[in-house]
């Protein structure tokens, strides 16, 4: 995998052909899936849940699958995604009565796990949990909907995380969400982040390999 992860959110893609569908944003270059699970109670939109990550993974899809839980309550999904296949489940702390408790749970697991910090979510969160975590992900918008626009203060956010990150001496993650497109996705970059999701930018568009290039032309002219 390259330094910089390229994780398009299959919220946007067509239902109807959903494997197909990953398949090819797969082929086109991407590294990982970003899969978005909201509850209608978290956040004021329904996705989808477990059954669909092991369609995935029945289909044949080896890739990563990240797992971005917008629900409420969290552990019980936690443990559905485990057993459907997952390889990264990140949950946003408001979500969770015991976040420690929920993060033991991913790493037992043995998943790769994450804090989704919102935009006006404080880095102190992050204060009694960074030993434990392997990313973070920044909301650059409010959660529950794709194709919002990025939310330029992150920029200064995604700055004090990477800080934070390099004083703990780990090797953390930190990934952006929300907003991302091949306009944007260089100063995301510069401000500090290494994996980023795209949602509408790659499937609102006819050529997935297309968008992708054009990505990772502007992460390496950084
Ligand atoms: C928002 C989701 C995002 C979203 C990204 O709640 O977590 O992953 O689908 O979509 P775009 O890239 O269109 O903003
Ligand atoms: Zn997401």
Do not use: W
């Amino acid at each position: 995998m390259s330094s910089f992860l390229i994780a398009p959110s299959i919220l946007s893609a067509d239902f109807a052909r959903l494997g197909e569908e990953v398949e090819t944003v797969l082929a086109a270059g991407a590294d990982v899936v970003h899969f978005d699970v909201m509850d209608n109670h978290y956040v004021p939109n329904l996705s989808f849940g477990a059954p669909i990550c092991k369609a995935l993974r029945d289909y044949g899809i080896t890739a990563p699958i990240d797992v971005h839980l917008m629900v409420t309550p969290v552990d019980s999904m936690i443990e559905q995604f485990v057993t459907a296949g997952a390889s990264m489940i990140s949950f946003h702390p408001e979500a969770s009565d015991h976040v420690d408790r929920s993060l033991q749970l991913i790493i037992e697991g043995g998943c790769q796990a994450g804090l989704v910090l919102n935009p006006a979510t404080p880095l102190s969160v992050l204060e009694h949990t960074i030993h434990k975590l392997d990313y973070i992900l920044l909301m650059s918008v409010n959660p529950g909907f794709g194709g919002q626009k990025f939310i330029e203060h992150t920029l200064t956010k995604i700055a004090k995380v990477k800080a934070l990150v390099d004083a703990s001496g780990r090797d953390i993650r930190i990934e952006v969400d929300g907003g991302i497109n091949c306009d944007n996705i260089a100063a995301i970059a510069a401000a500090g982040a290494d994996m980023f999701v795209a949602g509408s930018a790659i499937f609102n568009q006819p050529n997935y390999a297309e968008v992708i290039s054009t990505i990772r032309r502007n992460l390496a002219s950084l």
